[in-house]
């Protein structure tokens, strides 16, 4: 299993509007998607929020998830 930080889409069930959020997205070893949180966004030191920010900032080079693509919660 794996994790990095990426885009993703969500719908607003009412209004069927959509919103992106990072998150910390999961990864089977074969690339299959597990889930996603919300990011741990914070840190003791300086250099960590620095790497958090870079971080962040390759996950906006990646494509868009949508939160269509994760598996449904059991």
Same mark, same amino acid.
Request: a negative charge; hydrophobic letters at 35%.
């Given at each position: 299993?794996?994790?990095?930080?990426?885009?993703?889409?969500? !719908?607003? *069930?009412?209004?069927?509007?959509? %919103?992106?959020?990072?998150?910390?997205?999961?990864?089977?070893?074969?690339? !299959?998607?597990?889930?996603?949180?919300?990011? %741990?966004?914070?840190?003791?030191?300086?250099?960590?929020? &620095?790497?958090?920010?870079? &971080?962040?900032?390759?996950? !906006?080079? &990646?494509?868009?998830?949508?939160?269509?693509?994760? *598996?449904?919660?059991?």
């Amino acid at each position: 299993m794996h994790w990095n930080h990426r885009v993703i889409r969500f !719908t607003e *069930p009412e209004t069927g509007d959509t %919103f992106l959020k990072f998150a910390e997205v999961f990864y089977e070893d074969d690339g !299959t998607l597990l889930g996603y949180h919300d990011p %741990f966004m914070w840190s003791e030191e300086m250099e960590g929020i &620095q790497e958090l920010a870079e &971080q962040l900032l390759k996950a !906006t080079t &990646q494509p868009v998830l949508n939160e269509s693509d994760f *598996p449904e919660e059991v």
